[in-house]
């Protein structure tokens, strides 16, 4: 049974990098079609598409948040990661891993999530 | 891109139906038949409904059914039970250049 779980501090400042990552367990991230994403939901709001990546390398990033976004994938590890940079108290949110399906570009599987707060 | 237009609210009584729209456009949802759908419990994370506009994975109930007319998408739930009660997202290929989009989210209430 394919798993994703979220992990990373709870807690960041104001201006520094929000970095989580997601470890994949019950198989492999290198599997042709699927590719990786991350999501978030503020307090209290609806879902926002981040961005995704293939176990190549290969990504694509939301344009509003792709200019301080970077998402990265260790094969070697099962992982992929999330980096956020100069954030504000606007990404506090709850941040979920997914995996998504190449061919039907749907989130098919998701972590439980995991709460960010941007707080001094 | 901005995110995909649904109801805020819908409600119906047990054993009704009910239907959430998400509205896009000719460049999005009426480009692609690439709508999927989602259930999220308070607390948890979504849950795939629907995908590729009328697909069910396996294990999701028959009273969930999606369709889509020009540029919008509709997620109907017949037989709208108790555990119905949720909050439901649409999700849609946009094209190349802003990739994908939420709806803004629709809170379905059982009377």
């Known amino acids: 049974q394919l798993q994703l779980q979220e992990s990373g501090p709870g807690l960041v400042k104001p201006s520094e990098t929000l970095s989580l990552t997601c470890t994949v367990s019950?198989?492999?991230?290198?599997?042709?079609?699927?590719?990786w994403g991350w999501i978030r939901q503020p307090p209290g709001k609806g879902l926002e598409w981040i961005g995704n990546?293939?176990?190549?390398?290969?990504?694509n990033y939301n344009p509003s948040l792709k200019s301080r976004v970077i998402i990265s994938v260790d094969t070697s590890k099962n992982q992929f990661s999330l980096k956020l940079r100069s954030v504000t108290a606007t990404d506090t949110a709850l941040y979920y891993c997914?995996?998504?399906?190449?061919?039907?570009?749907?989130?098919?599987?998701w972590g439980q999530g995991t709460m960010v707060n941007v707080s001094p | 891109q901005s995110a995909l237009t649904q109801p805020a609210s819908v409600s119906g009584s047990p054993g009704q139906s009910i239907t959430i729209s998400c509205t896009g456009t000719s460049s999005d949802v009426g480009n692609y038949n690439l709508v999927s759908w989602y259930q999220q419990h308070p607390g948890k994370a979504p849950k795939l409904m629907i995908y590729e506009v009328a697909k069910r994975p396996s294990g999701v109930s028959n009273r969930f059914s999606g369709s889509k007319s020009g540029n919008t998408a509709s997620l109907t739930i017949s037989g709208l039970q108790a555990e119905d009660e949720a909050d439901y997202y649409c999700y849609s290929y946009v094209g190349s250049s802003a990739f994908y989009v939420f709806g803004t989210g629709t809170k379905v209430t059982v009377l």
């Open positions: 019950g198989g492999s991230i290198s599997t042709y079609s699927y590719y």
């Open positions: 990546v293939y176990f190549s390398g290969s990504t």
């Open positions: 997914a995996r998504h399906v190449g061919e039907s570009h749907a989130f098919e599987m």
